[in-house]
């Protein structure tokens, strides 16, 4: 088993910035791939960004291009998310997910750990 710990949401005005964290415990070694996603309500879960935990490949979903930033310190089996020019669109709930591959990453159904949530609020 694989625990996900998320931490970093929060409240900020639009062009604000957050960085999420997620930390992981128990059997590591079965995991490569790490994926963000997020949830508003009534809407489907949504991939944000995913990582390979060797070699570091980064994949972005085209909404957040250029302003979200994936990356890992395997030393502390922790990923991070960078949101920067955060826009009230980011709002939603943000997950952390964990599988053995980031093929088809933007899948929920690829990845078999998942966090608690961390809500993150963007004002305009």
């Known amino acids: 088993q694989v625990q996900l710990v998320e931490s970093g949401g929060g409240s900020v005005q639009a062009g604000g910035s957050l960085r999420l964290s997620c930390a992981a415990s128990?059997?590591?070694?079965?995991?490569?791939?790490m994926g963000w996603f997020r949830q508003a309500p009534g809407k489907e879960r949504e991939g944000v960004a995913a990582?390979?935990?060797?070699?570091?490949?980064?994949y972005y979903a085209d909404s957040v291009k250029g302003r979200f930033t994936i990356s890992r310190d395997n030393a502390k089996n922790t990923v991070y998310l960078q949101m920067n020019s955060l826009e009230p669109e980011d709002t939603a709930m943000y997950y952390c997910?964990?599988?053995?591959?980031?093929?088809?990453?933007?899948?929920?159904?690829?990845?078999?750990?998942w966090g608690q949530g961390t809500q993150v609020t963007v004002s305009s």
């Open positions: 128990g059997y590591t070694y079965s995991v490569n791939c």
């Open positions: 997910a964990a599988g053995a591959y980031c093929l088809f990453w933007s899948n929920p159904k690829r990845y078999d750990y």
């Open positions: 990582i390979y935990t060797v070699g570091g490949m980064t």
